[in-house]
């Protein structure tokens, strides 16, 4: 592919962003501004700013892929100079005018940067054709947007290298362990609570995959320098979370938002994943941070390549589809098939549900306090938290619950994907089974205990513009609050916990 042809490409894709993506990605990438001055000039929060950077930046990535765009033989950009995008910033400001609002911009707006932006690639066309190249995807590929692919695989982060994998030995048992067809209780197969099983047709799970999936998990052969797993920020004991507010990726840099509970995503109505819910299935859902620039930053290629010719995949692979064949399909669908089989069903809940008439009923191995807690989440948190059954303690929808009280300074979840303005502040909730050890709570893990995320429910809900009707501030007694506690800990499940079929197979 030409020069020509890629900027073409890369004209096309760039101009289909939508607006707020495209301004950011500008302003930062083609202006040079950092987050905060960006940040500024936009008129957002920084950390809107870095959210937008981050996720434009994947989406053009993926784009480009899709057109077949190979940036080992293509350089991407041309010569453009600063005061040609100081201008096409001064027209992203007004593109991103809504930016801080969370609206659109106007017509005019908008047109105005269609202008600024087309100009800015004819001039950068014009530039390939003299000669005058510069690499405008060295500014994104900064943040891992576009890198160059190559059977080596990427660089490492700065500050990172590539390590040879540690020397651990698979250990898996002779017979395979049993993840399909697990004998749930009763609760669990109701038509109601069955409908929020999302598991697809064509990828059920079996023993032989989920078997390969938890191999997968736990091999830090998935990172590019060979350091981090899946299983390092999702920690078995810590019911599949990482007990630390913010995870350290393979390049030493933390993420932005918890790491998220990984328990019963089965059963998490709709199907769509991550704390903004941008992955639609458990199987793109996956790949997501195995391609992260800041958690796993491993290329998919150079993965598949890596596994066929391990002396063990091959065969683990053969088990679980009929064939030896790696690719980043089957990779997808075996994690995705290990994460289904983590189902938390053996609480102190479950045991009691199973001897009492129903979910509201008094449970007959509960203490005095903990019946009490069940009862006040009945009646105040079930409708969003056990929606219409008692086996699924996950919400039906993203919510806002009132953390902050204006979304220009923090985290825009849902609506920074969507870029819905009503949907600003949204984020999928995990489910509550095991929430005694899934701490730090919320989606930037600001409460460390659970009697912290009660006083917020109490008496700290805020009035954001998208506050989900049914939030508000309960004012709970002391007493009512050491219930509550005390009921949400009967959710632990130890022998998931501790189930050594969940657990790394490595020795």
Same mark, same amino acid.
């Given at each position: ?15 289909r ?61 041309a ?5 040609a ?21 106007? !017509? ?55 390590a040879?994998?540690?020397? #651990?030995?698979l ?13 749930l209780?009763a ?12 598991? +697809? ?11 390969l ?19 390092s920020?999702h ?7 990482d ?17 998220? *509970? ?9 199907g ?19 391609? *992260? ?8 290629? #150079? ?8 002396d063990?995949? !091959? ?67 079930? *409708? ?37 303005a ?10 509550? #089974? ?26 700290e809900?805020?009035?954001? +513009? ?38 790394? !197979?490595?020795?």
């Amino acid at each position: 592919m030409s020069w020509r042809e890629g900027l073409a490409i890369l004209d096309e894709e760039l101009a289909r962003l939508p607006a707020p993506y495209r301004a950011v990605l500008i302003v930062c990438c083609l202006d040079g501004r950092s987050r905060d001055e960006a940040a500024r000039h936009l008129g957002c929060s920084e950390g809107r700013v870095k959210g937008l950077l981050e996720r434009g930046r994947e989406l053009l990535r993926q784009r480009l892929a899709h057109r077949g765009l190979e940036l080992g033989s293509v350089l991407l950009g041309a010569g453009v100079t600063r005061s040609a995008t100081a201008v096409s910033g001064e027209a992203c400001v007004r593109v991103a005018q809504g930016l801080g609002a969370g609206v659109s911009a106007s !017509p005019a707006a908008a047109a105005l940067s269609e202008r600024v932006v087309a100009a800015m690639f004819v001039q950068k066309l014009k530039a390939v054709a003299t000669g005058a190249v510069v690499l405008f995807a060295t500014a994104v590929a900064a943040g891992g947007a576009l890198v160059n692919r190559t059977a080596a695989g990427p660089e490492p982060a700065p500050g990172s290298s590539r390590a040879e994998p540690p020397v #651990r030995v698979l250990h898996l048992p002779d017979v395979p362990d049993r993840y399909a067809d697990i004998d749930l209780p009763a609760h669990f197969k109701t038509p109601t609570a069955r409908r929020f099983d999302n598991t +697809p047709a064509d990828n059920p799970v079996t023993d032989a995959g989920a078997t390969l999936g938890r191999v997968l998990f736990y091999d830090t052969r998935l990172s590019a320098n060979n350091t981090v797993s899946c299983g390092s920020c999702h920690v078995q004991k810590n019911a599949f979370v990482d007990p630390n507010r913010f995870s350290k990726g393979f390049g030493g840099k933390r993420t932005d938002r918890h790491a998220m *509970s990984l328990v019963n995503l089965r059963y998490h109505l709709g199907g769509r994943f991550f704390w903004d819910a941008r992955a639609g299935s458990l199987e793109e859902a996956v790949l997501v941070p195995i391609q *992260s620039t800041v958690e796993m930053g491993q290329d998919l290629t #150079r993965l598949v390549e890596i596994l066929a010719k391990d002396d063990k995949y !091959p065969e683990l692979f053969k088990k679980a589809f009929g064939d030896g064949k790696v690719t980043r399909e089957r990779v997808a669908a075996a994690l995705a098939q290990f994460l289904r089989a983590m189902v938390s069903y053996r609480s102190k809940y479950d045991e009691g549900l199973a001897q009492a008439a129903s979910g509201r009923d008094d449970f007959p191995n509960y203490t005095v306090q903990e019946n009490r807690g069940k009862a006040l989440f009945v009646r105040n948190c079930a *409708s969003c938290h056990l929606p219409g059954q008692d086996a699924h303690f996950g919400t039906a929808a993203s919510t806002n619950n009132g953390l902050d009280e204006d979304h220009k300074t923090s985290d825009g979840g849902v609506g920074d994907v969507t870029l819905n303005a009503r949907q600003l502040g949204l984020f999928k909730s995990p489910s509550l #089974r095991n929430v005694e050890r899934t701490a730090p709570y919320m989606h930037d893990g600001r409460f460390d205990t659970l009697e912290q995320v009660i006083d917020h429910y109490s008496k700290e809900v805020k009035p954001h +513009p998208n506050l989900h009707p049914r939030v508000r501030r309960l004012n709970f007694t002391d007493s009512e609050k050491a219930a509550l506690v005390a009921f949400l800990k009967t959710l632990t499940d130890q022998t998931f916990l501790s189930d050594p079929k969940f657990s790394d !197979p490595f020795r």
